[in-house]
């Protein structure tokens, strides 16, 4: 099933797609207030189950799209992940023994169709496609074989990146991640029923119809399963929590010269069996 957080008439609300259509979730079971509140309810196959039975309550054009969980309590990032995307640095550098881990804001991403800010800031905005695991069941120090058991399904993030605010400081990337609006994450979740989280999976960004980057899982360095039992070492993972992981080579910083976003380009992230997360570019107003 595919679940989606949107606003319609300026309500926030979630649902799932049917038939080309959007049943409204939220309308439903108002004691369930968004998708993450459904997600710790233990309640997706319920809600899933009750959603294949219905009807539409109406169109996906209708909707505007939001960030798939609006609210998560963490957005944990992962760097440089896919083993083309280490070689890229050309710095001779061997594979890492760990992962590299950053965190985001819920305000640095936005939804679905909706524009990304470029900041006056800086002319340096740049695209990064990624696979994002969300969520299902809390854990801490979580087995390898035990992983897929608290994931709530797979969703897409353009991982958006200010590339000159990346190196303000010697030990962080914080502030080039973080400008409001600058990623997206989007069009909805899909549950592990219908895309298995811990197959073979690609993904794919083009920019004005152009291919920029295009890798599978198959080529991590640091596979999902091993990612969750890390991550859950220091955190307790939470549902609804949301695990960017990486993205393969090709992002506009590594062209020569560089080829940053501009206002007017669009951006498309695509999984296939997930779908295509799409954003146009606009320049941030004062």
């Known amino acids: 099933m595919r679940f989606l957080s949107?606003?319609?008439n300026g309500q926030a609300g979630f649902g799932a797609l049917v038939d080309g259509g959007v049943v409204d979730l939220?309308?439903?079971?108002?004691?369930?207030p968004d998708l993450r509140a459904a997600i710790s309810a233990g309640r997706l196959a319920e809600l899933a189950a009750s959603a294949a039975t219905t009807f539409a309550d109406f169109g996906m054009d209708e909707v505007?799209?939001?960030?798939t969980i609006p609210n998560p309590q963490k957005i944990i990032c992962i760097g440089v992940n896919y083993?083309?995307?280490?070689a890229e640095y050309k710095d001779g550098s061997a594979a890492p023994r760990y992962p590299s881990v950053f965190m985001r804001a819920r305000e640095s991403l936005t939804g679905h169709e909706a524009p990304l800010l470029r900041s006056p800031e800086s002319e340096q905005?740049?695209?990064e496609?990624?696979?994002?695991?969300?969520?299902g069941r809390a854990g801490r120090r979580i087995r390898e074989a035990e992983a897929h058991e608290h994931v709530a399904?797979?969703?897409?993030?353009?991982?958006?990146s200010v590339r000159d605010w990346l190196r303000h400081a010697k030990f962080n990337v914080t502030q080039g991640k973080n400008f409001e609006r600058s990623g997206a994450l989007g069009p909805w979740l899909v549950t592990p029923d219908e895309l298995d989280p811990m197959g073979s999976l690609r993904v794919i960004t083009r920019v004005n119809g152009e291919e920029r980057q295009n890798d599978v899982t198959d080529n991590l360095m640091f596979p999902f399963r091993y990612l969750l039992s890390y991550l859950s070492t220091f955190y307790r993972l939470q549902p609804g929590d949301v695990?960017?992981?990486?993205?393969?080579?090709?992002?506009?910083?590594?062209?020569?010269p560089p080829r940053y976003l501009r206002a007017g380009d669009v951006v498309e992230v695509e999984v296939p069996g997930v779908g295509v997360l799409r954003n146009e570019v606009e320049d941030e107003v004062l």
């Not at 939220?26 to 369930?32: G, T």
């Not at 083993?83 to 280490?86: E, G, L």
């Open 83 to 86: 083993a083309d995307r280490n």
């Open 129 to 135: 496609g990624e696979i994002v695991l969300v969520i």
């Open 26 to 32: 939220s309308a439903r079971y108002p004691e369930l």
């Open 64 to 67: 505007l799209y939001l960030p």
């Open 153 to 160: 399904g797979i969703t897409i993030m353009n991982e958006g």
């Open 243 to 256: 695990i960017a992981t990486g993205t393969p080579n090709g992002a506009g910083a590594r062209f020569d």
């Open 125 to 127: 905005l740049d695209y």
């Open 6 to 8: 949107f606003s319609r």
